[in-house]
């Protein structure tokens, strides 16, 4: 059982920054791809960052330049530092973590936590 939990999310304002934390715990491959989605209310569901274990990095194109997303291998959490935040970033914002067993592709969620930007 592979357990995510967030942790950071909040209200600010129009050009503050938030850092968002996803701890990893239970059981789950050594590789595995941790990363953020989020869901503003009656959209869809959006990727917003990911991370490899390697490092590699990717960013959906609205954050680009304003968020960075960071991992800590070591206690298997990810970090979500947004910068500039507007109000369209307010939404829910999930952890989500990718992994394969046995060859097959597999993903966990976290609870989502809310970010309201609002002045």
């Known amino acids: 059982q592979v357990q995510l939990v967030e942790s950071g999310g909040g209200l600010v304002q129009p050009g503050g920054s938030l850092r968002l934390s996803c701890a990893a715990s239970?059981?789950?491959?050594?590789?595995?791809?941790i990363g953020w989605y989020r869901q503003a209310s009656g959209k869809q569901r959006e990727m917003v960052a990911g991370?490899?274990?390697?490092?590699?990095?990717a960013y959906g194109d609205s954050v680009k330049g304003r968020f960075t997303i960071s991992r800590d291998n070591a206690k298997n959490t990810a970090y979500l530092q947004m910068n500039n935040l507007q109000p369209e970033d307010t939404a829910v914002y999930y952890c989500?973590?990718?992994?394969?067993?046995?060859?097959?592709?597999?993903?966990?969620w976290g609870q989502g936590t809310q970010v309201t930007v609002s002045s």
């Open positions: 991370i490899s274990t390697g490092g590699t990095t």
């Open positions: 239970g059981k789950f491959a050594d590789i595995y791809d």
């Open positions: 989500n973590l990718k992994e394969r067993i046995w060859g097959n592709p597999t993903e966990h």
